[in-house]
């Protein structure tokens, strides 16, 4: 399958900076990237739509202006979240959607490891 | 998106086939049904997907029903790395996004 890689793993800093996360489709290009959170023992949340070329769209709910989203090609999307507050620790998971499968609807979407935040 | 419910947990004894149940009684006939497994503190990882017939791959086997209202993820033979959360995921063709429900948490057992 498809490799999607994330950069950092993990990260710590403290309350009031921003971090920037980085997701990037490996081996095919993504004109397509979503941004997942996930809190401890719960599912995982969708946050936002990155397509490559164009602003985001954002699920309801999440605050455009705190996590901004950056689509500048078709293999990276960044993630920044500003102002981290320790609220903002969790872990943030990018996907891309590889849609040259072939036949209609054989697309799917595959997963970077994720990238655990803590903010002290 | 159509909902979907899955059992919150369930065990399976290794080597034997581990059958995961899903209930979409409300999916439309242009859904996908998609399956994800998500190892502890890992990203979700892609295992099988089909819209009305039946799908194998190397991974698993996806059984769906006639009417489409339920399918079954099988794993032939769990081994203990199978232990993961699995998600039953429906998705309209053409529309992009993945809404994760609660899954199933699959504990393989030695």
């Known amino acids: 399958g498809a490799v999607v890689s994330q950069h950092p793993s993990w990260v710590i800093c403290k309350s009031g900076t921003s971090v920037k996360i980085e997701c990037r489709s490996l081996?095919?290009?993504?004109?397509?990237m979503f941004w997942y959170r996930q809190f401890p023992k719960q599912s995982l949340m969708l946050m936002a739509t990155s397509n490559e070329g164009s602003k985001a769209t954002y699920e309801q709910g999440v605050e455009k202006d705190k996590f901004l989203i950056n689509h500048a090609s078709l293999t990276l999307s960044t993630l920044t979240v500003t102002s981290a507050h320790p609220e903002d620790s969790s872990f943030y998971i990018c996907?891309?959607?590889?849609?040259?499968?072939?036949?209609?609807?054989?697309?799917?979407?595959?997963f970077g490891p994720g990238t655990r935040l803590l903010v002290l | 998106d159509a909902k979907t419910t899955q059992p919150t947990s369930m065990d399976c004894a290794e080597g034997r086939a581990a059958n995961l149940p899903c209930n979409h009684s409300t999916i439309s006939g242009n859904e996908y049904v998609y399956w994800y497994r998500q190892i502890h503190s890992q990203g979700p990882q892609y295992i099988i997907h089909g819209l009305k017939n039946n799908e194998t791959n190397e991974m698993a086997s996806l059984i769906i029903t006639e009417d489409r209202k339920s399918s079954t993820l099988i794993l032939p033979h769990a081994t203990l790395r199978d232990t993961a959360v699995y998600y039953c995921i429906v998705r309209v063709v053409g529309f992009n996004k993945f809404y994760f429900g609660s899954g199933t948490k699959l504990n393989v057992k030695p």
């Open positions: 081996d095919f290009q993504a004109t397509t």
């Open positions: 996907s891309a959607r590889d849609g040259v499968s072939g036949r209609l609807g054989m697309e799917t979407q595959y």
